[in-house]
């Protein structure tokens, strides 16, 4: 009995040893237009780099029509979403920037 303790408690210390810690998952295209709808945004889209993860820009409608802010409650909206992907930079612009 002695040595199947062992072999099991050495099983248990090795698999403990060789699992990592959860990640969280690359951002996908498919994440990124999702985030984009359910945070209102104008458009969204995904841009990949190589040797780096991918990066996300949105636009934004203004807060209140107005061209010098974005909607506060969409960017937050976004910056909580995102935070559950691994992705290397994401940026907005406001609606009216997307034009010039």
Same mark, same amino acid.
Do not use: W
């Given at each position: 009995?002695?040595?199947?303790?062992?072999?099991? $408690? &050495?099983?248990? %210390?090795? !698999? @403990?040893?060789?699992?990592?810690?959860?990640?969280? +998952?690359?951002?996908? *295209?498919? /994440?990124?237009?999702?985030?984009?709808?359910?945070?209102?945004?104008?458009?969204?889209?995904?841009?990949?780099?190589?040797?780096?993860?991918?990066? $996300? &820009?949105?636009? %934004?409608? !203004? @807060?209140?029509?107005?061209?010098?802010?974005?909607? +506060?409650?969409?960017? *937050?909206? /976004?910056?909580?979403?995102?935070?559950?992907?691994?992705?290397?930079?994401?940026?907005?612009?406001?609606?009216?920037?997307?034009?010039?």
């Amino acid at each position: 009995m002695s040595r199947l303790n062992f072999a099991f $408690a &050495s099983a248990c %210390l090795l !698999s @403990a040893c060789a699992t990592r810690p959860a990640e969280k +998952p690359i951002i996908t *295209a498919k /994440i990124v237009d999702r985030i984009g709808r359910q945070c209102d945004a104008v458009e969204s889209r995904i841009h990949f780099a190589a040797n780096a993860l991918p990066y $996300a &820009s949105f636009v %934004l409608k !203004s @807060a209140d029509g107005s061209e010098e802010q974005a909607s +506060p409650p969409s960017f *937050a909206c /976004i910056g909580k979403a995102i935070a559950a992907y691994r992705y290397d930079v994401y940026g907005y612009r406001l609606a009216h920037e997307a034009r010039r």
